[in-house]
Nanobody, 115 residues
Framework: QVQLVESGGGLVQPGGSLRLSCAAT????????MGWYRQAPGKERELVAY???????NYADSVKGRFTIARDNAKNTPYLQMNSLKPEDTAVYYC?????????WGQGTQVTVSS
């Protein structure tokens, strides 16, 4: 069973940047969907950004213009560049990769935006 491991989270001041990465413990073949979700305390998990196999991307309105998702084609996992971070971006961020017959998640990485 493939497992994903997120990295790159941490504490950053408002206006700062972070880059989240996602590594897989095994091989992932032909993912059709890669995404990043987040869950803030007391809130439901929400989809932040995703990219399809044809490289089409989509973003939550709250992060458009600030976050960029891209595929690491060597690893078949996504990374997330987050700029102009705001306190409301504080959450645990989860990587998700989907293949035919498989839906893989990581354990999450904490992102805290605070002065």
């Amino acid at each position: 069973q493939v497992q994903l491991v997120e990295s790159g989270g941490g504490l950053v001041q408002p206006g700062g940047s972070l880059r989240l990465s996602c590594a897989a413990t095994g091989n992932i073949f032909s993912p059709h969907f890669m995404g990043w979700y987040r869950q803030a305390p007391g809130k439901e998990r929400e989809l932040v950004a995703y990219v399809y196999s044809d490289s089409r991307t989509n973003y939550a309105d709250s992060v458009k213009g600030r976050f960029t998702i891209a595929r690491d084609n060597a690893k078949n996992t996504p990374y997330l560049q987050m700029n102009s971070l705001k306190p409301e971006d504080t959450a645990v961020y989860y990587c998700n990769v989907r293949v035919t017959g498989g839906n893989y998640w990581g354990q999450g990485t904490q992102v805290t935006v605070s002065s």
